[in-house]
């Protein structure tokens, strides 16, 4: 059985810094593209970053600057670095991976919760 599971959230100040790590698991042939999402309270899930194979990058406008995706395909990991967090940027984080094994897929983790005070 293939998963992907976040770690790293917690609660930061303003203008603090978190790093977000996704690692895949399980029969797993190869990873295609990889991605971030988050959902506040009351709002849709809404794309953060994703990144492809060949480690092209996607941002959305409200994190550009601020966070940073990346991966290790070694270890079947996507990372988001972010800087200079907001409070908009409270949400619970969760990680996609277009994922092919015995079956492909697009896998989606538990989520994170990433708190961001003022």
């Known amino acids: 059985q293939v998963q992907v599971v976040e770690s790293g959230g917690g609660l930061v100040q303003a203008g603090g810094s978190l790093r977000l790590s996704c690692a895949a698991s399980g029969s797993i042939i190869r990873i295609n593209d990889m991605g971030w999402y988050r959902q506040a309270p009351g709002k849709q899930r809404e794309l953060v970053a994703a990144?492809?194979?060949?480690?092209?990058?996607n941002y959305a406008d409200s994190v550009k600057g601020r966070f940073t995706i990346s991966r290790d395909n070694t270890k079947n990991t996507v990372y988001l670095q972010m800087n200079s967090l907001k409070p908009e940027d409270t949400a619970v984080y969760y990680c996609?991976?277009?994922?092919?094994?015995?079956?492909?897929?697009?896998?989606w983790g538990q989520g994170t919760q990433v708190t961001v005070s003022s």
């Open positions: 996609n991976a277009d994922i092919v094994g015995i079956v492909h897929g697009t896998i």
């Open positions: 990144i492809t194979s060949g480690r092209k990058t």
